[in-house]
């Protein structure tokens, strides 16, 4: 019996909507907080193939859900060209940045990046032994522009602009850099699917930052190279894209890319979705992360909301971002419970 996840992907209409959650394996949870202390931070963690195996499968335990996504973080790619990466408590990533030519000079190229990812492709093995065999793996990584908000800023910014200001400045070199990504992407993702992902998703987080025709050049564009490429290499093998924020450029995702799902955030509504996205294939999303914190009648009502008007085409449920740490472990259980009992 083939697994529920491929089953949405390849453009099933299910009477349930199989369920994962975009950063399951995290904060929120009392056994991700005790894993993460014994590895002693968190890029320790990602670079420990058993415990980031550990981490991994802890949702998988607790809560049944249909997919498993790999436990590892769209910055190792940077580190592996070359870039410095650490982590602030309670900011975030920091990065060494790359604004010049002679900085993007010092980055790296082609099979060097898995001297320093091979811990990523181990965790892939471990998982894909000991998932259930009803749970789908997936793989991922960052789409090239929003790693590249993170190269050149050296850290997360509210609006990209140092990124924005780079394409502006230096067209030549920022294109570049999404091409040295492009490529390094697909590279970091033919080794974790050789390794036994069975799905791969495209993070760009930052999408609806890029307006008209760069939205088309930088972040459509490069997910249609990194899909065509995966698909020619590995024949059959599903892609979600999430474009976060792209609003209208939703529309046509799947047909321009070739992506299988387009995952959709909670700033466009299901029926919107339903409506302007669905006919074209899989959708994936879209519950605000927040009803995670607030729970009750409120969760309950707008999971009914999100599976019904999405009821019509293929549907994974998921939320439209990932779980906060705030977020209450009860009320996941809630959400898988509304969703399979009805
Ligand atoms: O979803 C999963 O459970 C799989 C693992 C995963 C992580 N990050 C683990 C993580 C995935 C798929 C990511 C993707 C990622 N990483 C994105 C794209 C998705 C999104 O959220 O928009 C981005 C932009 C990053 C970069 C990143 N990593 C930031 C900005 C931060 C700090 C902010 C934060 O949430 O703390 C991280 C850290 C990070 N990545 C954590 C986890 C579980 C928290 C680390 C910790 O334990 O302190």
Redesign the pocket.
């Known amino acids: 019996m083939t697994k529920t996840i491929l089953r949405a992907l390849a453009g099933e209409t299910l009477p349930t909507p199989p369920i994962w959650?975009?950063?399951?394996?995290?904060?929120y949870l009392p056994e991700?907080?005790a894993t993460?202390a014994q590895a002693g931070d968190?890029l320790s963690?990602?670079y420990n193939p058993e415990l980031a195996a550990e981490v991994?499968l802890q949702?998988i335990r607790r809560y049944g859900f249909d997919a498993a996504?790999?436990?590892?973080?769209?910055?190792l790619l940077p580190q592996a060209l070359g870039a410095d990466l650490w982590?602030v408590?309670g900011e975030?990533?920091r990065l060494s940045t790359i604004t010049t030519d002679a900085e993007f000079d010092k980055l790296g190229k082609g099979e060097m990046i898995h001297d320093t990812l091979n811990p990523v492709y181990e965790t892939v093995k471990i998982l894909s032994k000991e998932l259930p065999a009803e749970t789908t793996l997936i793989g991922?990584a960052?789409a090239p522009w929003?790693v590249a908000t993170?190269m050149i800023a050296g850290k997360?910014t509210p609006d990209q602009g140092p990124a924005h200001a780079l394409k502006a400045e230096n067209r030549a070199l920022f294109e570049k850099i999404i091409e040295r990504l492009t490529e390094g992407t697909i590279d970091y993702l033919s080794k974790q699917v050789e390794a036994g992902a069975e799905v791969v998703?495209i993070?760009d987080?930052?999408a609806g930052s890029l307006k008209g025709e760069d939205f088309d050049k930088y972040a459509l564009e490069p997910a249609r190279i990194i899909t065509q490429e995966m698909k020619a290499r590995f024949p059959g093998l599903p892609v979600i894209a999430?474009p976060?924020q792209a609003g209208d450029k939703y529309i046509g995702f799947h047909k321009a890319t070739g992506a299988d799902c387009v995952a959709v955030d909670d700033s466009v509504t299901p029926e919107w979705v339903a409506e302007h996205v669905q006919p074209a294939g899989c959708v994936q999303g879209n519950l605000k992360n927040t009803h995670m914190v607030t729970g009750g009648q409120g969760l309950i009502d707008e999971i009914r909301h999100v599976v019904k008007a999405l009821s019509g085409g293929p549907h994974i449920f998921n939320l439209g971002?990932?779980i906060?740490?705030d977020a209450d472990p009860e009320n996941v259980k809630l959400m898988i419970d509304t969703i399979r009992n009805g």
């Not at 996504?69 to 910055?75: H, S, V, Y």
């Open positions: 959650m975009m950063r399951q394996a995290g904060r991700y907080r993460r968190f963690l990602c991994t949702p996504i790999l436990f590892a973080d769209i910055l982590f408590t975030g990533p991922f960052g929003t993170y997360g998703k993070f987080s930052w999430f976060r971002h990932g906060t740490p």
